[in-house]
């Protein structure tokens, strides 16, 4: 799977968007664009996921630049509940059997200010 | 609600004294899985489960057993635990193990043996 980069911490005031980036510029065609997130030592919670269009849910939106290399992950009105640490993961399309490799890295920690 | 569910959320144990962390999905997943979480390391897969009696084994299956009888359920068994397997567990499940169907985890099972 290709790597990803993200900034290690980002602040956001409370109300305002979340605009977290994240950088996969070894991304392949067959690779998806996943973010979750993990609050404290809770489980990973998963946000949302795409391949090339912008996708958009309850929790945030997903925006994928023209060429793939780069995301931006969303969250319109962010709460204080929203504090986490996100993971930006590119994930293969597997065929066949194989392990559901699911790679998180360092992630960005996202700080929503009161 | 859709969820996963793992039981129990803390447990203290001593080495060498067999225990099993309960995992169990109500969206009739196909795809189960357990993973670690320590410090530095990041997400761990240790097995996993395509279907019913399909198991296979993840990056870390030493010192652990699982079972697929059902498909909700997929309990992680530590016949002998040792220290080194204090950690934080995850229960996963998905629909199926490609790459357009999201991962779903569990609260996370806190387990420390001495």
């Known amino acids: 799977d290709a790597k990803t980069t993200q900034p290690p911490s980002m602040d956001c005031a409370e109300g305002r968007a979340a605009n977290l980036p994240c950088n996969h510029s070894?991304?392949?065609?067959?690779?998806?664009v996943y973010w979750y997130r993990q609050i404290h030592s809770q489980g990973p919670q998963y946000i949302i996921h795409g391949l090339k269009n912008n996708e958009t849910n309850e929790m945030a939106s997903l925006i994928i630049t023209e060429d793939r290399k780069s995301s931006t992950l969303i969250l319109p009105h962010a709460t204080l509940r929203d504090t986490a640490v996100y993971y930006c993961i590119v994930r293969a399309t597997y065929s066949g059997a194989g392990s559901y490799q699911l790679t998180f890295g360092k992630g960005t920690k996202l700080s929503v200010i009161p | 609600e859709a969820q996963v569910t793992q039981n129990p959320r803390y447990l203290i144990t001593v080495t060498g004294k067999k225990l099993t962390v309960t995992c169990s999905q109500n969206m009739n997943h196909e795809y189960m899985s357990w993973y670690r979480q320590d410090p530095g390391l990041g997400l761990r897969q240790i097995y996993y489960s395509m279907n019913v009696e399909v198991t296979d084994k993840g990056d870390v299956p030493e010192g652990y057993k699982v079972s697929r009888k059902e498909k909700r359920n997929f309990p992680l068994i530590l016949e002998s635990p040792s220290p080194n397997q204090t950690s934080l567990y995850f229960c996963?499940?998905?629909?199926?193990?490609?790459?357009?169907?999201?991962?779903?985890f569990g609260n996370g099972t806190r387990l420390t043996v001495t």
């Open positions: 070894t991304i392949s065609g067959n690779e998806y």
């Open positions: 996963a499940s998905s629909f199926s193990q490609g790459g357009d169907s999201p991962l779903h």
